[in-house]
């Protein structure tokens, strides 16, 4: 059953720490990417990624890292450097490299910094 | 600066009404036009758009694109409470989807 996994669903953290969400996918996809999205806000671009072992920032790349050093996973690191980290994240893959194509999503972290 | 405007931002009709989303783009090295489902979870694949004037259908739900005034619709027929979400469109270059900010529609029984 090829797809997307996210985890976890919901997470809280305290203000301070660092968390990292998990996203996964067996869709053979090269191309990765990271969103944020906020009410009345649209989707963001965190980070993405063309290829393993390379990554390029987004429109909202500061406090946030992430890592891809095998095909099927890009985790993304919330460092205590970002201001407001309370959010919806969305993991999505797409396919050829080199441009977006159909993107595919997982369900979400939704992560709240109490 | 590359931008995607959607309108309206929300739309209230009734059940069997007929909907049309709007979305306009400026985007260099422009690729292709996207539009998602949003439901409370992560977006779903609708329709990719490449080519002017080619309607692409799925169901009750069609979709064209103009290339020449930049803009795409999304036709949605005969509409049903099930089809209350928020319908994204997204434009594509080489690198990156830009992301329009959705219409949030309603369909009320």
């Known amino acids: 059953d090829g797809g997307i996994t996210q985890s976890p669903k919901y997470l809280f953290r305290k203000e301070g720490q660092n968390v990292t969400l998990s996203c996964e996918q067996n869709?053979?996809?090269?191309?990765m990417y990271w969103y944020r999205q906020d009410p009345g806000q649209g989707l963001r671009l965190i980070y993405y990624?063309?290829?393993?072992?390379?990554?390029q920032k987004g429109d909202i790349a500061e406090g946030y890292s992430v890592s891809r050093e095998k095909k099927e996973s890009f985790p993304l690191t919330v460092t205590s450097a970002q201001k407001n980290p309370t959010a919806f994240y969305l993991c999505?893959?797409?396919?050829?490299?080199?441009?977006?194509?159909?993107?595919?999503f997982g369900p979400g972290t939704r992560l709240t910094v109490l | 600066e590359d931008k995607v405007v959607q309108s309206p931002l929300s739309l209230v009709v009734h059940e069997g009404d007929t909907v049309t989303l709007n979305c306009s783009y400026e985007?260099?090295?422009?690729?292709?036009l996207l539009w998602y489902k949003q439901e409370k979870k992560a977006p779903t694949f609708l329709f990719m758009l490449?080519?002017s004037g080619i309607e692409k259908k799925s169901g009750r739900l069609s979709s064209i694109l103009d290339k020449k005034e930049l803009f795409s619709i999304l036709n949605i027929t005969a509409t049903q409470t099930g089809d209350s979400a928020v319908y994204l469109c997204?434009?594509?270059?080489?690198?990156?989807?830009?992301w329009g900010l959705g219409t949030s529609l309603a369909v009320n029984p």
């Open positions: 999505a893959s797409s396919d050829p490299p080199g441009g977006p194509d159909t993107q595919y």
């Open positions: 869709l053979n996809h090269d191309a």
């Open positions: 990624s063309q290829i393993v072992n390379d990554f």
């Open positions: 985007v260099t090295n422009f690729r292709s």
């Open positions: 490449t080519s």
């Open positions: 997204a434009a594509g270059n080489n690198r990156k989807l830009i």
